[in-house]
């Protein structure tokens, strides 16, 4: 599977951003899907997952009520739309696809929040 994580930019704080991850090679419907984040001089940090069907979803405790991940299988894509955006949210977002494991890696996209 390859992903292709796009959308990310520069964004006031209390804005919001939608980041997309368009995977290809296979369909992701067999895969829980899933965003992670790094910033700048930190550890990569869990963001949300959501299961190979969308019916249940997990999210970090930094990001909990203001982010929702979802997915649409037909179109073998994976969102993260992110709410109330705070100057830490500012990192590459990874999206990335279990099976067992996280097995697959997109490249990340870059959000920037401006205080």
């Known amino acids: 599977v390859q992903l292709q994580a796009s959308g990310g930019g520069l964004v006031q704080a209390g804005g919001s951003v939608t980041v997309s991850c368009a995977a290809s090679?296979?369909?992701?419907?067999?895969?829980?899907m899933g965003w992670f984040r790094q910033a700048p001089g930190k550890g990569r940090e869990f963001v949300a997952a959501?299961?190979?069907?969308?019916?249940?979803?997990d999210y970090g405790d930094s990001v909990k009520g203001r982010v929702t991940i979802s997915r649409d299988n037909a179109k073998n894509t994976v969102y993260l739309q992110m709410n109330s955006l705070k100057p830490e949210d500012t990192a590459i977002y990874y999206c990335?696809?279990?099976?067992?494991?996280?097995?697959?890696w997109g490249q990340g996209t870059l959000v920037t929040v401006s205080s």
């Open positions: 090679g296979r369909t992701i419907s067999d895969y829980r």
């Open positions: 959501i299961t190979s069907r969308g019916g249940s979803t």
């Open positions: 990335a696809a279990n099976r067992g494991f996280w097995d697959y």
